[in-house]
């Protein structure tokens, strides 16, 4: 695939959009009318709307007044939808609408910058080694969730006794945090010729240096503290969402 050129992009994963524990609608809202009025190109970089914990009521609060500035975006600039491990279910709906464009992975030039962005679940020890299991699991978690959507930060303690369950909690800087596998594939991808590698997935917003002036970048989630990461001329910052001024 050969990069996009792109002078400036917003790049966003994990918002889960339907999933019982979804309850930042202003927030997600606030960006996309920030998206539209900078007129910029967007990449969802997975994990846009959650099929495999879904919750109706949550799709039918949220989603009409999302899509509807998706789509305005869409109609001046570019909408990249990057398939995450909870897009699987949708990925020929997304594909036939036409407001996307849909890629399994983003390489993208900017300035002088070689970027790649992608979901990073392959990366997943859960997924890679168990696929059945992994939505099994995902399932059976989102009937939990309908129930009690405050349990999400259970995940924390799943994943400390499994070593691969997903967490979403408070947003960390620390490295030290985040599985070595997702550093390690981001360091794989580096030596390759790209200068960053945007990560989603893991639910933790961060920005460590791999090597020399490398980079690797997380969105986090939207859970609780919403991020997105903002590429402009080749450079790139990870921004908190409430940093947008109104």
Known sequence: MHPFEEERLFVISDIHIGNPSFKNKDSIIRFLDFVIAEGVNLAINGDGIDFLQP?????????????????????????????????????????DMETFKVVPFLDIRSGTKNIRIEHAHIYDDLYIRYPKAYFLIGKWWGYFLKTLPSLYPVYGLLEKITGTVRVVRKVSESPSEEKPVYKNSAALILERGFDAVIFGHTHRARTVEVNSNKFYYNTGSWFQHPHYIEINRGKIKLNRLDSITS
């Open 55 to 95: 919750s109706l009521h949550n799709f039918i609060s949220v989603l009409p007044d999302a899509f509807r500035r998706v789509v305005r975006i869409a109609q001046k600039n570019v909408v990249y939808y990057i398939i995450g491990n909870h897009d699987i279910y949708f990925e020929q709906l997304l594909f």
